[in-house]
Nanobody, 118 residues
Framework: QVQLVESGGGLAQPGGSLRLSCAAS????????MGWYRQAPGKQRELVAA?????????ADSLTLKGRFTISRDNAKRTVSLQMNSLKPEDTAVYYC??????????WGQGTQVTVSS
């Protein structure tokens, strides 16, 4: 059974930081592209960042994310993390962990809430 379990969400003040982690089980983790998506109320789910099996990173084409978020993975621990700095209220959303690879199913975590507010 595939499980993606997110942790690290919560409340942060504007300008603050949070680190999200996702622990994966039931998949050949090192073969998957791992990603973080987010969905704000009333909006579509959108890609935040992804990291391939070859450790190539891809970030959302948004100037508001550039330089503030960093994705990383640890294949030995089967985890993918998202370091979020200089948080803004518009970063408030449910953040989802995602695992995908060609010719295979796509998997999602249950999501973790991130709220940025003073």
């Amino acid at each position: 059974q595939v499980q993606l379990v997110e942790s690290g969400g919560g409340l942060a003040q504007p300008g603050g930081s949070l680190r999200l982690s996702c622990a994966a089980s039931g998949i050949s983790f090192s073969l998957y592209t791992m990603g973080w998506y987010r969905q704000a109320p009333g909006k579509q789910r959108e890609l935040v960042a992804a990291i391939t099996s070859g450790f190539t990173t891809n970030y959302a084409d948004s100037l508001t994310l550039k330089g503030r978020f960093t994705i990383s993975r640890d294949n030995a621990k089967r985890t993918v993390s998202l370091q979020m700095n200089s948080l803004k209220p518009e970063d408030t959303a449910v953040y989802y962990c995602n695992a995908q690879r060609p010719m295979s199913s796509t998997y999602w975590g249950q999501g973790t809430q991130v709220t940025v507010s003073s």
